[in-house]
């Protein structure tokens, strides 16, 4: 599997934007960009998924660079329960391989 | 719709004892996964079925490990005997197919083996 880079951890101010960036040097052209979250004593949550274009749903947007060797998680508007741990992913959609977590970056968000 | 189910919640055993783990995922879903997450760690891939057949079960320590998924649904997994590295939170997750269509993960039983 491609490996991702993320930093281990950020820090946001409630109701401020925030960007959580994502390396993947070695992604193939083939693999989706995953970002799943892991709220305290829960299991991870999936929040956005994308392969070129920029993603956006209720939860969050998604940024893809052009080469797409990074991209970054936006969150418009960071609450106190937007606190947890951000794993970003790559994946190849069309095969079974299943999702393969890394140590994500630990989000604290300071009311 | 309701969500994956997981059982126990919790679990304290000593070392070398047995133990079980439960998982319903959501009706429907044909993938199911365990996961391993150790504290401090990201989820570890235990084993993949698709229905009721093994797709991955490269990283299971099958010495001591084993799950079956019986008639493609619900799921357990066991391990025999247990030992104080096997402390963690077994995670379960569902999915429609692969991972375009995004995991649904259970909230897990942690597990201290003492």
């Known amino acids: 599997d491609a490996k991702t880079t993320q930093p281990n951890s950020m820090e946001s101010n409630e109701e401020e934007p925030v960007h959580l960036p994502c390396n993947h040097s070695?992604?193939?052209?083939?693999?989706?960009i995953h970002w799943y979250r892991q709220l305290p004593s829960q299991g991870p949550e999936y929040v956005i998924h994308g392969l070129t274009s920029n993603v956006n749903n209720r939860m969050a947007s998604l940024a893809i660079a052009e080469d797409r060797k990074s991209s970054t998680l936006i969150l418009h508007r960071a609450t106190l329960r937007d606190a947890a741990v951000y794993y970003c992913?790559?994946?190849?959609?069309?095969?079974?391989?299943?999702?393969?977590f890394g140590k994500g970056t630990r989000l604290s968000v300071i009311a | 719709e309701a969500g994956v189910a997981q059982s126990p919640r919790y679990k304290i055993i000593e070392k070398r004892q047995s133990v079980a783990f439960w998982c319903n995922p959501i009706?429907?879903?044909?993938?199911l996964y365990w996961y391993q997450q150790i504290l401090g760690q990201g989820p570890k891939l235990l084993i993949q079925f698709q229905n009721n057949g093994v797709v991955d079960d490269s990283q299971l320590p099958k010495d001591r490990f084993s799950a079956e998924r019986l008639k493609g649904v619900d799921s357990t997994l066991k391990i025999q005997p247990a030992k104080l590295e096997d402390s963690a939170v077994y995670l379960c997750?569902?999915?429609?197919?692969?991972?375009?269509?995004?995991?649904?993960f259970g909230s897990g039983t942690r597990l201290t083996v003492v």
């Open positions: 070695t992604i193939s052209g083939t693999d989706y």
């Open positions: 992913i790559l994946s190849w959609n069309s095969g079974n391989t299943p999702l393969v």
């Open positions: 997750a569902s999915s429609l197919g692969n991972s375009y269509y995004g995991y649904t």
């Open positions: 009706s429907g879903h044909a993938t």
